[in-house]
């Protein structure tokens, strides 16, 4: 797949981004203090590159907002679909490890993609005006291409989406590189960072697990930006 450009903007600016506060009644503080629902990311932290409050989406989890939070992924062979609703300008991220297990966990996509259309439309946003960016599936393992986890976990997504009639406007998937994911949940903007696969020990640990929980196959529009 050819290399996604990045988009044009005006003098190189940066999306408007809220600048962080600190101390008590700050807004990094308020967004740690809500009680978060089961499966809900909630590793809130300040992000200094753009300078903004920020929640990473660790695998299994997930998250929904309407305001301009940095909502961000690191990816192997997981994929993370992020899914905006123009309309009602509400978007959300998932981040899950293998299309299909036993027992209702964010970590697989049949669960992780209802979990995150649901909360979505608990919101107010629908099915029929929400869209698609999707990235990872990447083989980042050298040498255990034969079960193809990454391959399938892009072929599950873009054939769920599909089924539910949600065009993916873009995507970033499969190759061998380790992905960095950040995505704007009130304007639908994604941005993806290509990493080094030599730098990726912590991905390359979290893909074996998902590995070695998964059985061989069976026989039988929208802009984003590099940064």
Do not use: W
């Amino acid at each position: 797949m050819a290399s996604l450009q990045p988009t044009p903007s005006p003098a190189g600016a940066r999306p408007p981004l809220m600048r962080a506060t600190s101390g008590p009644g700050s807004r990094l503080e308020k967004l740690k203090s809500v009680s978060r629902k089961p499966g809900e990311a909630s590793f809130f932290f300040y992000d200094a590159h753009f300078q903004n409050e920020a929640v990473k989406v660790l695998p299994g989890e997930y998250y929904v907002d309407n305001e301009e939070l940095l909502v961000m992924t690191t990816l192997g062979s997981c994929i993370a679909a992020c899914l905006y609703d123009r309309q009602a300008r509400i978007g959300g991220m998932n981040h899950f490890m293998l299309p299909e297990g036993a027992g209702d966990s964010g970590r697989y996509g049949s669960y992780a993609m209802e979990l995150l259309i649901n909360e979505m439309m608990k919101r107010g946003a629908t099915r029929l005006t929400m869209e698609a960016k999707v990235f990872g599936g990447g083989a980042v393992i050298a040498g255990m291409n034969s079960i193809n986890v990454g391959e399938r976990n892009t072929k599950f997504v873009m054939e769920f989406l599909a089924m539910e009639r949600i065009p993916v406007v873009s995507k970033d998937v499969l190759e061998v590189y380790p992905r960095k994911v950040c995505f704007l949940p009130a304007s639908g903007k994604a941005m993806v960072k290509r990493l080094a696969p030599t730098n990726a020990e912590a991905l390359v640990q979290q893909d074996r697990i998902a590995q070695q929980k998964a059985a061989p196959a069976s026989t039988g529009g929208g802009s984003v930006d590099l940064f």
